[in-house]
């Protein structure tokens, strides 16, 4: 009997406060400004990365200075952790399933083509033209891995909804925060804040096209993580 009161009470106690959350949630305003999903568009014509709608507004982003982390680290440590155990600190060709899965798109399909990939897994190889370079990626080269790291997400300026890794990094420079110093600590977070007000891309598939990869391929990719392995693309356009 007692048993059963306690569950009746926790039933009672679990409904009355969804109820209040529900209650809450439409009644509060947002305390700060939440960016709205942006409906897709046409993609505009691909830059120097092309088929990655990546793009930079100005010299300075080369791929030591994206892969480096231990100057954010000495700050924030806690994130720092958080970041070595993710999925983006192994998101390049320090992951074995998708090295083998680019590796093998850069032979059948070709180096140029593979920026497709490189938009988002490959910022540090890409800015410095490493994945269309004659000479292969090799496994100890720093720049594969270091991932998706601290400067590529606090170093996007805007996001669009017209294509693949369709962002534009900054190249502006980075205030050193000091100790004590209020006004450089204020500076610091404005440059690294991330981009809250930018529109947030839904998932943005390729144009079918002549060096971007089909829906067929995307959809191999995703059964091929899962799977552990490769599956047979259909390429055909």
């Not at 009161?5 to 109820?19: F, I, V």
């Not at 806690?78 to 600190?89: E, F, Y």
């Not at 093998?104 to 497709?116: A, L, N, Q, T």
């Not at 000479?135 to 790291?149: K, L, M, N, P």
Request: proline share 6%.
């Amino acid at each position: 009997m007692r048993a059963l009161e306690a569950l009746l009470s926790a039933m009672a106690c679990t409904l009355g406060a969804s109820a209040c959350v529900e209650t809450a949630s439409a009644n509060e305003t947002p305390s700060r400004e939440i960016a709205t999903q942006q409906a897709p568009a046409l993609p505009r014509a691909a830059g120097a990365f092309s088929p990655s709608h990546m793009a930079t507004d100005g010299p300075g982003i080369i791929g030591n200075v994206v892969t480096e982390t231990e100057s954010c680290s000495g700050c924030h440590p806690d994130a720092a952790a958080q970041w070595r155990t993710s999925a983006h600190a192994f998101g390049s060709f320090n992951n074995p399933i998708y090295r083998v899965v680019v590796d093998r798109f850069r032979r059948e399909v070709g180096k140029v083509e593979s920026r497709f990939c490189g938009g988002c897994h490959d910022i540090a190889l890409l800015v410095d033209g490493a994945m269309t370079a004659d000479a292969e990626i090799e496994a100890g080269d720093f720049r594969g891995h270091g991932g998706i790291t601290c400067r590529v997400c606090h170093t996007i300026a805007e996001a669009r909804a017209d294509g693949n890794g369709s962002y534009t990094m900054t190249a502006a420079p980075i205030p050193i925060p000091r100790e004590g110093d209020a006004a450089s600590v204020r500076l610091h977070k404005e440059r690294m804040a991330l981009a809250l007000n930018a529109p947030v891309p839904p998932i943005a598939y390729p144009r079918v096209e002549e060096g971007a990869h089909s829906m067929a391929f995307i959809e191999a990719c995703l059964a091929s993580r899962e799977a552990g392995g490769w599956v047979d693309v259909d390429r055909r356009r």
